[in-house]
């Protein structure tokens, strides 16, 4: 298995309260992602990074937040947590070869926000 | 903006039958199609991928085409197993960003 890890595994946060979720890589891949998993609406693009410092919005930003300082680490926050949130979020990074490359997924967290 | 669909959503095969699950992309810049699967608990991992370059290509059970000129591309698998149940998602990617189909859950049933 690649080495991203995803911590916590699980949590459960009270509505309007900030939640950080945290994405490690051992591949120093260059691109990181973070997804959410919904019931009917698959894997959602939520930011994406492709450096340090360099991230970028994806189809479902709003109400989240994302730093990476250092290669390995990619964080996600929710600013003001809504019920809306409650998800399970994934990780993934990949290399990046224009030609195309495999994104190598975390396990997971599961995030139900009350 | 970038849409990837999938059908069927979810899919029940005998054991030993064939499973098809097909996806549709908009983006005509997309050149890289892997498919992914999911069991449960676990984060996807991909199974068989495909450039666009390429129209066909398979691996032991499983097989992937690629129709460019209608944005088609599809998953086949064969001799389905017990094992082979999980949720399969298709992707398109372009460039670095990776636009998933909504995912079928396919049943093998013994």
């Known amino acids: 298995d690649a080495g991203i890890t995803q911590s916590p595994r699980h949590k459960v946060t009270e509505t309007g309260t900030p939640v950080t979720l945290r994405c490690h890589q051992t591949e120093n891949h260059r691109y990181m992602y973070w997804y959410r998993q919904d019931p009917g609406h698959g894997l ?16 479902v930003s709003d109400g989240y937040s994302v730093s990476r300082s250092k290669t390995e680490d990619f964080l996600l ?13 994934f990780c993934a990074i990949s ?3 224009r030609q195309g490359t495999e994104a190598f997924f975390g ?8 | 903006g970038e849409n990837v669909e999938q059908h ?21 810049a997309s050149n890289y199609f892997p498919w992914y699967k999911q069991e449960l608990g676990k ?8 450039r666009s370059n390429v129209g066909e ?7 992937v085409t690629l129709n460019k000129t209608a944005k088609h591309f599809s998953l086949h698998i064969t001799e389905t197993q017990p094992e082979d149940s999980a949720v399969y998602f298709c992707a398109a990617s372009g460039t670095y960003k990776y636009i998933f189909g909504t995912g079928t859950r396919l049943k093998v049933l013994a």
């Open chain 1, 44 to 59: 959602r693009l939520i930011h994406y990074s492709y450096g340090v410092k360099d991230t970028d919005k994806g189809e």
């Open chain 2, 43 to 50: 984060g996807p991992q991909l199974i068989i991928d495909i």
């Open chain 1, 95 to 97: 290399n990046g070869a």
């Open chain 1, 107 to 114: 396990q997971g967290t599961r995030l139900t926000v009350v």
């Open chain 1, 77 to 89: 926050t929710l600013e003001s947590a809504t019920s809306s949130q409650t998800s399970v979020y």
């Open chain 2, 57 to 63: 290509k398979k691996d032991q059970r499983i097989a």
């Open chain 2, 8 to 28: 069927p959503s979810t899919l029940s095969v005998q054991e030993g039958d064939s499973a098809v699950i097909k996806c549709t992309y908009s983006d005509s």
